[in-house]
């Protein structure tokens, strides 16, 4: 199983960035995919969550101006980012959960991408 992140780069603050996330080596459609980000000293967090029924769930800072739709014909995930600020500066993953509980406990999650950088200057 693979999942390879694209997307990644720099904007401005109020700008916009869409993540990719391809998933290879699966048969199925994925129960949970999710998108966490990490920046040094601090432990990764959900960012937001999709689940094989297509709903979805965001972590508070990112309501409103974050989505995450899914092609399952092209098995890409996507992460729209808008209104970007600062704090959303971070390397981005894209992770699958292959049981459907689709929380945001990154540890039930078997399978990470390599992650991407998002950097947003003031």
């Known amino acids: 199983v693979e999942l390879v992140e694209s997307g990644g780069g720099s904007a401005q603050t109020g700008g916009s960035l869409k993540l990719s996330c391809v998933v290879s080596?699966?048969?199925?459609?994925?129960?949970?995919m999710g998108w966490f980000r990490q920046t040094p000293g601090k432990e990764r967090e959900g960012v937001a969550l999709?689940?094989?029924?297509?709903?979805?769930s965001y972590e508070d800072s990112v309501k409103g101006r974050f989505t995450i739709p899914k092609d399952n014909n092209k098995r890409t995930l996507y992460l729209e980012m808008n209104t970007l600020k600062p704090e959303d500066s971070a390397i981005y993953y894209c992770?699958?959960?292959?049981?459907?509980?689709?929380?945001?406990?990154?540890?039930?999650?078997?399978?990470w991408g390599q992650g991407t950088q998002v950097t947003v200057s003031s």
């Open positions: 999709i689940d094989n029924d297509g709903s979805t």
């Open positions: 992770a699958v959960d292959l049981v459907p509980s689709c929380g945001w406990y990154t540890p039930a999650y078997n399978y």
């Open positions: 080596g699966l048969t199925y459609n994925t129960p949970c």
